[in-house]
């Protein structure tokens, strides 16, 4: 990113919850459950599924990947909101604030091209499940798993590569973290053809892959719906439902953020809104996708049964 010299800006203010005080230990005391609770149920998912040979499969393998996208977006976000929540000079520098937002940009990118690989997984498993093992066999998976982190290097790399901007005297960002949407309200020159690459990057990350995510789900309802079990239905739909809730957070909050117009985006709420798919998604995640289910959990009983 380009800074013009006259106005150089070296550090950036944080404002997080500062501009509302009455919140702060409110706000401390749930983003520390939700970090502790993020860490502690991702952590576990790995660590079971690392340990435990009958849950190598291509399910758990994209949910080990999940879950360690969420445990480092966490990182990337929360401890850093909780520091600033009472200090007096929540700055971070400008190399700081630039690595954090590039961190950000690829967890987040990556897990919206992982999601909807997840839930065509889901699909073939559900819609085909004589040819599953067949169909995702473990080079597919390997390389599903390589093209979502891949794609989302590349695709940040261009966003950040294409940054000229040059800051006017303010350095203040109405944000939690360094985000874009926020960096680019402080630019004072011409933040359109940015806006463009955001919106363009924003087809291919968020529309296209939700698309694949709900028509995966709407073939899955399919085959639920020629079950004949009134109560294999309805497990099956349970599950589905709860899977289709999370995702629908995530790729909401952030459609409603970034597919917007610059001008019609309002700090506040987009601040606000990121606590949704930055910290909220991360924490339902492995509650959501794997400590509900009986594999999970008769692994978890293995483990404590050889600790005891």
């Known amino acids: 990113m380009a800074i013009d010299n006259a106005t150089a800006v070296f550090e950036f203010l944080l404002i997080g919850i500062s501009n509302y005080p009455e919140w702060k230990v409110t706000f401390f005391t749930l983003v520390l459950i939700t970090y502790l609770s993020t860490l502690l149920g991702n952590g576990l998912i790995i660590f079971l599924i690392y340990f435990d040979p009958h ?31 009472f200090s007096t000079h929540p700055y971070l520098s400008y190399p700081q604030c630039l690595t954090q937002m590039s961190v950000l940009l690829v967890l987040a990118t990556a897990e919206c091209l992982l999601l909807a690989v997840m839930a065509y997984d889901r699909m073939v498993a559900i819609s085909n499940p004589l040819r599953y093992s067949m169909i995702m066999n473990g080079p597919v998976c390997v390389w599903l798993a390589a093209t979502s982190w891949g794609a989302s290097l590349v695709l940040t790399a261009m966003l950040v590569l294409s940054l000229q901007l040059h800051f006017c005297e303010a350095n203040i960002i109405n944000h939690f973290v360094c985000e874009i949407l926020s960096l680019l309200k402080l630019a004072c020159s011409d933040t359109s053809l940015n806006e463009l690459m955001i919106l363009t990057t924003g087809i291919f990350t968020l529309f296209l892959p939700f698309g694949l995510v709900l028509l995966s789900y709407v073939q899955i309802a399919t085959t639920v719906l020629r079950i004949r079990s009134a109560q294999g239905r309805l497990k099956a739909f349970s599950t589905c439902g709860s899977h289709l809730t999370v995702v629908t957070i995530f790729y909401g909050a952030t459609i409603s953020m970034y597919m ?16 949704f798919y930055g910290a909220l998604t991360p924490m339902l995640n492995p509650l959501i996708y794997s400590l509900r289910n009986k594999d999970v959990r008769g692994a978890m009983r293995k483990v404590m049964a050889k600790r005891a």
């Open 55 to 85: 849950l190598h499969t291509p399910m758990y393998f994209f949910l080990t990947n999940l879950s360690f996208l969420d445990l480092c977006y966490g990182t990337a976000s929360m401890p850093q909101a909780l520091v600033h929540c």
């Open 260 to 275: 917007k117009p610059h001008s019609k985006s309002s700090p506040d709420q987009n601040k606000f809104i990121s606590v």
